[in-house]
């Protein structure tokens, strides 16, 4: 069989016939139906073309498609066909019709009532998975505390050392570095009042109620929740979770339950952890900018930071690790098995899991903002 092609012929009344020939279908190796659309668009244009695809020797839904759209949806008197290609362009006309309205289309107000729509029933969509997935977990974690030699303690110690110990490094580094921007910016503005001693106030509250929570849960969403999306991702894509589904094990015992378990556990130390490095680099700059000794710095840190405050650290910590690997692995049972929607939802993952740590650190600001002051 030949592949696709066709023919131009001129008419005593100065229309043209389109003869199509050869296989328009995906069979043909050598057809490449972007070439084949550009070459044939201009004659669809024509209301007086004459359509002949009765040597089409072979035709399928990708090559009725680029006929179909070209010819308005319609099959009229000036196309001759076969009785087979018939029922298929029948079966082309009963698909349901699909328009994106679009900017250009001249109603920018309809465009927006439109895109809020899809919007809204994509957040539903998100939510409802969401919460099913919160049931599930809640089920294998009740499951599990019956049942103690179930619980996967492999995995778990697996996700505290790549999700805690591995992350100490670059933790440190960047609220050191944090820690020490926010002290120079600080003693510029306390050295003109005279309060150079307030600078152990704002860096340790900052630094432990705000500063270590928030940069943790930032670094362990792009670092660490990453990679448990991108993880599920990759065995959705290679079917491995459709394995264990196979296998009559839990997807949510064997993948979801460890990662939340480690990184609930490791969170609040990681908080901590990158609160003390912030205020180390806080010390050292106001050591060299104001002259602030760092045996009064620690001294007087004490009589700062109050155990409500190292407290509300801990429940920070907590609930943001908490969000963090929900969202990671709610996102990456969410990947369909195409490299194109791993890329999607891992950035998708982090993205979310940002703004929602930021948004809940607004809220614990504003409902906490008499405590431990």
């Not at 199509?20 to 995906?26: A, M, N, P, V």
């Not at 600080?186 to 340790?204: E, P």
């Not at 680099?281 to 106001?286: D, H, S, Y």
Request: net charge neutral; with cysteine.
């Amino acid at each position: 069989m030949a592949d696709a092609d066709f023919h131009v012929q001129d008419n005593a009344d100065g229309s043209k016939s389109i003869f199509l020939t050869g296989r328009w279908s995906l069979r043909g190796v050598d057809n490449n139906f972007t070439d084949l659309r550009s070459q044939i668009a201009p004659f669809f244009s024509n209301p007086f073309t004459h359509w002949d695809i009765t040597g089409v020797e072979q035709l399928d839904s990708a090559g009725a498609a680029i006929l179909w759209t070209g010819w308005g949806h319609a099959v009229d008197k000036r196309v001759s066909l076969r009785p087979e290609h018939a029922a298929l362009f029948e079966m082309l006309a009963a698909l349901p019709a699909y328009h994106s309205v679009s900017a250009s289309d001249g109603n920018v107000v309809v465009v927006a009532v439109q895109r809020m729509y899809d919007g809204c029933l994509g957040f539903i969509e998100h939510l409802v998975e969401f919460t099913y997935l919160l049931g599930a977990l809640v089920l294998e974690l009740l499951y599990v505390l019956r049942n103690p030699r179930r619980i996967p303690w492999k995995e778990i110690s697996a996700n505290v050392y790549k999700g805690g110990v591995t992350a100490l490094p670059v933790t440190a580094l960047v609220s050191f570095m944090i820690g020490i921007a926010m002290s120079y910016l600080m003693a510029l503005q306390l050295r003109k009042f005279g309060a150079d001693i307030f600078i152990i106030n704002i860096l340790g509250l900052a630094g432990i109620r705000e500063l270590g929570p928030i940069l943790m849960a930032i670094i362990v969403a792009g670092r660490s929740g990453s990679a448990m999306t991108a993880q599920i991702g990759v065995m959705r894509v290679t079917e491995e979770i459709d394995a264990l589904t196979t296998m009559g094990i839990s997807r949510v015992l064997r993948l979801v339950l460890p990662k939340i378990i480690g990184l609930v556990f490791v969170a609040p130390l990681l908080a901590f952890w990158t609160s003390a490095w912030a205020i180390a680099g806080g010390m050292l700059a106001a050591n060299i900018e104001l002259g602030i000794n760092m045996e009064f710095f620690i001294d007087y840190l004490p009589r700062v930071v109050k155990p409500v405050t190292l407290t509300l650290a801990l429940v920070k910590g907590l609930t943001f690790g908490l969000l963090v690997t929900l969202i990671a692995c709610h996102f990456g049972l969410r990947i369909k098995p195409n490299t194109e929607s791993l890329s999607t939802s891992t950035t998708s993952s982090v993205v979310s899991a940002i703004t929602t740590v930021i948004l809940v650190d607004a809220i614990f600001a504003v409902a906490t903002r008499s405590i431990g002051l």
